[in-house]
């Protein structure tokens, strides 16, 4: 590529075009809001999302190693998109359905709307990756070159380095008469292998496997001197075909389906999963990139045996698989290359005092606490919680939900301690968290062997509620003490994606959380909750009942407003009512992170609707409803998103948050989202997303936060 450096495409490109003059003049009336045009396909939306972390790649504002930290991401991020999204669409198409979704478009029509972006965002994540960051690295003393470009002395030692160690594990696989063309398995670097015999003249493929499982990607032959590993292997492809001349080489990589179905009938949901886990590796080849300088004939030798359609396959310029960039990120030192490190702070209301550890059931009975991760330590307040009622003698049970926690969690062994102490200890584990399966029912196995209870809810629904529950003997009764949370628990992810944690012992709501656990353990027909919204029977409806009394309260004299935080929203019935909401000329916030289907900005149908995605240093991941109406605002959070999925076939619960400073600090922190021009993205009508321009004095509703909560941990503690 000629491209000079820090040079780009335009980062704003539409979903799908809308025909708004058309939209103009039709009726708004509720029977118009199944129009196609009122909705964006979810697929192309989250493509979107994911060119919004590509554009912070490509952000010369950025620390370098953040830029190439977001880089990895966007890699990561499309290939989870193509072995479950795309691999969903390939299924729909290849069972013969054509149904269009609401946005009007079928699958297979999908598929090449999503082919079409792809290639588009990957070419520019190359030309990023090659004409700016490669070389902003080699500014910096760490370069990553190929094996040509190195000396003579560094060849030699990567030739050693190849007799000793890469050679040993390496296996050429060669297709011929009783050799059929190798399994490749799911997400694999390998390099395709066009040999000769110069007896015979016969030329033969093979498949050579790039060990980056067991062997770093990028092979360090001089300090901070990297030569992929592929580069290596093909340098020294004679060693593997002795007496055979090496025609020619390429890199490619397979994508496979990689997620799966549970049936409704399975006995024993363990046993079903980790069955599907096995065929996991055997899914359908959903793509195939291939490294744009193999020669036409080998590449379509590759694509016959593989069996995939021309739209499958994508020819890649530069390296294949950049997530293994996370290798460069990791690199000791370079301070200056990353952002500056951030500590999270103990809430004040769970300090101790004269160098004691505070009392958190003490502190919920004075009041509910709410916690924000990662501005608030996870360790201090959710672990903490847990470790205070497996060490108090008065906890007669802790019950907790698990959809995806860390390797080093020391709430999991927490449980087993509970066990150990005589508590009923029960654990909610969610098998069919997608690719964190086998880490969950390692964690299921080793709960059940201390002699935790272990339940696994049910096969056709995921349990994706965060709660914990402590049930406390205190006088003549006992006293529920609940933590509901909007991301999971893992102390990792506690201190890179945005959260909030409600800490309560309301009665009612920890009655509902109760109720909630019982259900999910027990035999039961889940009822009417008193205060809290539990899908899939009650959230749906719960929300659409809060956006309808908005409507209803609103006046002029005195105006309603909706505002709203989460990952995506793609229900139907919700955008509806949000719609209807925006005709009756309730304004309508929306910060909305990845998947956004509600188109705003139509005349007569979405004026008052704007929407905005923040995108920055932490994963925005809290879900947020709020609903201020009549003088007064309702606020709930929880685990559940606006999509069929959350809403229909998972469990989730959002819980109301009744403390007015609380309400206050959750409104604060989305009104600092939409104040947001540091990171911040606004929707068009057409589906542009477009990047604000910082104003004088640029706003990051992240920054903002790390910074007031610094303050508030530099003040003394009240009493």
Request: with cysteine; aromatic share 6%.
């Amino acid at each position: 590529m000629n491209e000079p450096p820090h040079t780009q495409e335009p980062l704003q490109e539409p979903i799908r075009a809308v025909d708004t003059a058309a939209l103009e003049h039709a009726p708004a009336v509720p029977s118009d809001l199944d129009a196609p045009a009122l909705y964006f396909n979810r697929e192309l939306s989250w493509l979107e999302f994911n060119n919004r972390v590509l554009q912070l790649a490509e952000d010369p504002a950025q620390p370098l190693l953040e830029r190439v930290k977001f880089a990895a991401i966007f890699s990561n991020n499309l290939d989870e998109f193509v072995m479950v999204r795309v691999a969903g669409l390939h299924d729909q198409i290849d069972a013969g359905l054509a149904d269009r979704g609401p946005d009007g478009l079928t699958p297979s029509e999908t598929v090449d709307e999503i082919r079409s972006r792809v290639v588009e965002l990957t070419g520019r994540q190359a030309r990023c990756v090659a004409h700016d960051l490669r070389p902003a690295l080699e500014e910096h003393g760490i370069r990553i070159v190929g094996i040509d470009d190195v000396g003579e002395t560094e060849r030699r030692e990567l030739a050693e380095r190849y007799r000793r160690a890469i050679f040993p594990v390496l296996t050429p696989l060669a297709v011929g008469l009783g050799r059929p063309f190798p399994y490749i398995s799911n997400l694999s670097l390998s390099l395709a292998v066009l040999v000769r015999d110069p007896v015979t003249g016969v030329s033969t493929f093979a498949r050579v496997k790039v060990p980056k499982e067991m062997l770093p990607r990028f092979v360090e032959v001089s300090e901070r001197v990297f030569v992929p590993l592929e580069d290596v292997i093909a340098a020294h492809l004679d060693s593997l075909f002795p007496g055979m001349e090496i025609v020619e080489s390429g890199v490619f990589r397979v994508t496979r389906d990689a997620d799966f179905q549970v049936s409704d009938e399975a006995d024993d949901l363990l046993e079903a999963v980790e069955a599907e886990l096995r065929r996991r590796r055997f899914g359908e080849v959903v793509r195939v990139e291939i490294d744009s300088s193999m020669s036409t004939d080998l590449c379509e030798q590759l694509v016959q045996a593989l069996g995939v359609e021309e739209r499958q396959v994508y020819h890649v310029d530069g390296l294949l698989d950049l997530v293994d960039l996370w290798q460069i990120v990791k690199l000791p030192g370079f301070a200056e290359l990353r952002d500056a490190p951030w500590s999270p702070v103990t809430q004040p209301r769970l300090r101790g005092e004269d160098g004691e550890r505070a009392d958190l059931f003490a502190a919920i009975r004075q009041g509910d606490i709410l916690v924000h991760h990662p501005y608030d330590s996870f360790a201090t307040s959710v672990e903490r919680f847990v470790e205070q009622a497996v060490s108090d003698p008065d906890v007669l049970a802790i019950k907790q939900t698990v959809y995806r926690t860390s390797d080093d969690s020391p709430l999991v062994p927490a449980l087993i301690r509970a066990t150990e102490r005589g508590k009923q200890a029960v654990c909610l584990v969610e098998l069919k968290a997608r690719f964190d399966e086998r880490a969950n029912i390692a964690w299921a196995r080793e709960l059940e062997e201390a002699g935790v209870h272990v339940v696994y809810g049910h096969p056709s629904l995921k349990t994706h509620a965060k709660c914990v529950l402590i049930v406390r003997r205190e006088g003549d009764g006992v006293r529920h003490y609940v933590h509901v949370g909007t991301g999971n628990y893992h102390a990792t992810t506690a201190r890179l994606y945005t959260d909030f944690g409600l800490f309560t012992c309301d009665e009612q709501i920890a009655g509902d959380v109760a109720d909630m656990f019982n259900f999910l353990t027990g035999y039961a027909r889940p009822r009417a909750y008193r205060r809290v919204l539990v899908a899939p029977n009650h959230l749906r409806d719960g929300i659409l009942e809060e956006i309808d009394a908005t409507i209803a309260a609103h006046t002029e004299d005195c105006p309603s407003r909706i505002v709203m935080k989460m990952n995506s929203l793609v229900d139907k019935k919700c955008i509806r009512a949000l719609y209807r909401a925006s005709q009756a000329g309730v304004p309508v916030d929306l910060n909305i992170r990845g998947i956004c289907c509600l188109v705003p900005g139509l005349p007569g149908v979405s004026d008052n609707i704007r929407v905005n995605s923040v995108v920055g240093r932490f994963l925005e991941h809290s879900r947020i409803y709020g609903f201020e109406r009549a003088g007064e605002t309702r606020v709930y959070i929880g685990s559940a998103d606006l999509m069929p999925r959350n809403l229909d076939t998972r469990v989730e619960l959002v819980a109301p948050v009744d403390d007015e400073v609380l309400r206050d600090d959750l409104v604060d922190t989305l009104d600092r989202c939409f104040a947001d021009d540091a990171n911040s993205w606004d929707l068009a009508a057409d589906g542009t997303w477009t990047r604000r321009e910082p104003g004088a004095e640029p706003r990051s509703v992240q920054r903002e936060l790390m910074l007031g909560h610094q303050a508030r941990a530099a003040e003394p503690a009240a009493g």
